[in-house]
């Protein structure tokens, strides 16, 4: 049963262009979501997240956008540059602050040059 | 504080035999966390700790499987009688009550032969 789902694995872009990565999730009861992203042999670092009671949420090249409705949220990048090149997993839980997580299987973002 | 550091970063042992994973959080965090993450998949929750209470356990999280957080510091998960399924990424993490987002540890590698 996967709750929150990513389903591209992967998506390449050019440099300067906007990277657009989504996520699917089937949980009415979650109410706060969030993105990570992922370099080989690190753990996950946290990105941006949002509320539900928001339908975006801005932080320099990073938005999240929330549409709850459709139980659908998207990460734009813009512009992307090379350093963006990673695995970018989303995220679900009940309420800020909650015991747990649950995850999207992620998408490998590749920045051309 | 340098983060959540996690020891040792790779483990491989044979079938049948027991590891032991540690994990050091940020010191003023009170909550810690242990994700497990396969190939291709997300990170999924094993169990949650908050001071030195384990409040929450996955079923993933068999009978072999056993963690600890003495004194509210450090944690530590032990497998035993190990199997190749147990291969993957054993992810640590801590945050503060309030935090929506976790600070996650570099993860420990096991492979099991």
């Known amino acids: 049963d996967q709750q929150v789902k990513q389903n591209s694995p992967s998506l390449s872009v050019q440099e300067g262009r906007i990277s657009i990565l989504n996520c699917d999730y089937t949980?009415?009861?979650?109410?706060?979501f969030l993105w990570y992203k992922k370099y080989p042999a690190e753990g996950p670092t946290f990105l941006i997240s949002?509320?539900?009671?928001?339908d975006k949420n801005e932080d320099g090249r990073f938005t999240v956008f929330l549409n709850k409705s459709a139980k659908h949220l998207s990460l734009h990048i813009v512009p992307s540059q090379p350093g963006d090149s990673a695995v970018y997993f989303c995220?679900?839980?009940?309420?800020?602050?909650?015991?747990?997580?649950?995850f999207g299987q992620g998408t490998r973002l590749t920045i051309n040059p | 504080d340098t983060g959540v550091s996690q020891d040792p970063r790779h483990k491989i042992t044979k079938r049948g035999q027991n590891v032991t994973f540690r994990c050091d959080p940020i010191s003023e965090h009170n909550r810690l966390y242990w994700y497990r993450q396969t190939l291709g998949q997300g990170p999924e929750f094993l169990t949650y700790f908050q001071n030195e209470a384990q409040l929450e356990k996955s079923r993933l999280l068999s009978d072999r499987f056993s963690a600890e957080r003495p004194k509210g510091s450090f944690s530590t998960l032990e497998i035993q009688r190990t199997e190749q399924g147990d291969s993957a990424m054993y992810l640590c993490?801590?945050?503060?009550?309030?935090?929506?987002?976790?600070?996650f540890g570099s993860g420990t590698r096991l492979t099991v032969v």
């Open positions: 949980n009415s009861m979650f109410d706060y």
């Open positions: 995220a679900a839980s009940p309420f800020q602050g909650a015991q747990k997580l649950v």
């Open positions: 949002i509320s539900s009671i928001k």
């Open positions: 993490a801590s945050s503060l009550d309030t935090e929506g987002g976790y600070t």
